[in-house]
């Protein structure tokens, strides 16, 4: 059974950072796309990062480019996202996730696992 486990949410002031982290108990880690979405109150699920299984191409919002930054360790199975400069804007849960099949996307759609998500929240 695959599993996603996220943690390192939490309240930080506009400006500070956060880095998130996603393990996954997924057998075939090492060879397929991770990805970070977001639902903030009130919100649709939107994209904010992924990433290949190499590390080799990483996609981002536009609203996060130059700020967040996503990675991965394939030997602990694990995908980070370091959050620095967070905004107001940026209080959302944040879930981790992982499709079934290799294919790289920015749709929710195409992602087949998903984490239980952590809350960030950024004051102003």
């Known amino acids: 059974q695959v599993q996603l486990v996220e943690s390192g949410g939490g309240l930080v002031q506009a400006g500070g950072s956060l880095r998130l982290s996603c393990a996954a108990s997924l057998r075939t880690f090492s060879r397929v796309v991770m990805a970070w979405f977001r639902r903030a109150p009130g919100k649709e699920r939107e994209f904010v990062a992924t990433?290949?299984?190499?590390?080799?191409?990483?996609y981002y919002a536009d609203s996060v480019k130059g700020r967040f930054a996503i990675s991965r360790d394939n030997a602990e199975k694990m995908v980070y996202l370091q959050m620095n400069d967070l905004k107001p804007e940026d209080t959302a849960v944040y879930y981790c996730?992982?499709?079934?099949?290799?294919?790289?996307?920015?749709?929710?759609?195409?992602?087949?696992?998903w984490g239980q998500g952590t809350q960030v929240t950024v004051s102003s």
């Open positions: 990433i290949t299984w190499s590390g080799g191409t990483i």
């Open positions: 996730a992982a499709p079934a099949s290799s294919v790289l996307s920015t749709r929710s759609a195409d992602y087949d696992y």
